[in-house]
């Protein structure tokens, strides 16, 4: 009895993402569309049985990741996510990049070509979700951008990395810095995705692409794959375990803190304020300065700089 084999799809009961396997296709959608397609650490999770399932499955040819609805591809982690959990536990972020990285490894492994069904709006991390396909078919109103450093992060999850190998290094610079939106016909002319199609010919496109992918040995493809992977494995194998430890580290700065939660509360970013901090000779890494300050009365230590009453016994410092 064969061990390594896909099971069907209706054995899977997952919330977060839809799994479909139907002629010798498996399409994965991440199924968030209310806050268009970013992941939460659940949908990660589903991700990482789905590509197991579809890598193991032998009637799986061509696997296609996509987004539902039409608004969005997918918009990288879930701000909110990061807001409310990682910037009180940032030891949290490193356990949540490692599973992160697991999902990718998992994906960029799979042993079949992958193609992303670009349907909307591609940000952040979901950027990198398209580069870690294989190719990418992509409707003509979407766009493609990087966001990390308005967020208060950096886009070290395949960005930083793949962006160089993909575009070329200035226009990786231009993309990572500015994170302004990159329309689809400036996206198809960079090689950010394959073919650029209306809206109404998308899926017809996909299904023309696997049925291409599909006519092929497997073996033959799954080497090919492996050998055309060899550089970006060689970039994010190089770099991701850092990213993952300095990322973690970042969060108990100020920058993701304003950044995150200026995103979630739906309000200017005060990117000035944190330079002239620095430029008046203050602390522009920690919210109310570095944690300097001793109670007389109380004896309590550690308090931040800017602090002017003790938080321990309130009285003043």
Known sequence: MAVFT???????????IIYEKKDWVATITINRPHVYNCYSTKTLQELCVAYKDASWDDSVAVVVLTGAGEKAFCTGGDVAEYADDFTKRPRDYWKWM????EAHDLFRNIGKPTIARINGIVAGGGNEWNMACDLAIMVDTANIRQVGVKVGSVAAGGATQWLPIIVGDRRAREILWLCEPIDAQKCLDWGLVNQ???????????????????NKFPECLR??????NFWKDLAWSSTIGHAKD???????????????????????TNYIGLREKAAAGKSSEFLYGPYIKECSKCGAKGMPEEFTFCGTCGANL
């Open 196 to 214: 650029v199609v209306p809206r109404e010919q998308l899926d017809d496109a996909v299904a023309e692409m696997c049925k291409k992918l599909i």
């Open 223 to 228: 080497y090919t794959k492996q050998q055309t």
């Open 6 to 16: 896909g099971k069907p799809v209706e054995e899977f009961n997952f919330e977060e």
């Open 98 to 101: 490692g599973l992160f990285i």
């Open 246 to 268: 300095w990322l973690a580290l970042h969060f108990v700065s100020v920058e993701p803190y304003e950044g995150m939660k200026s995103f979630v509360e739906k309000r200017p």
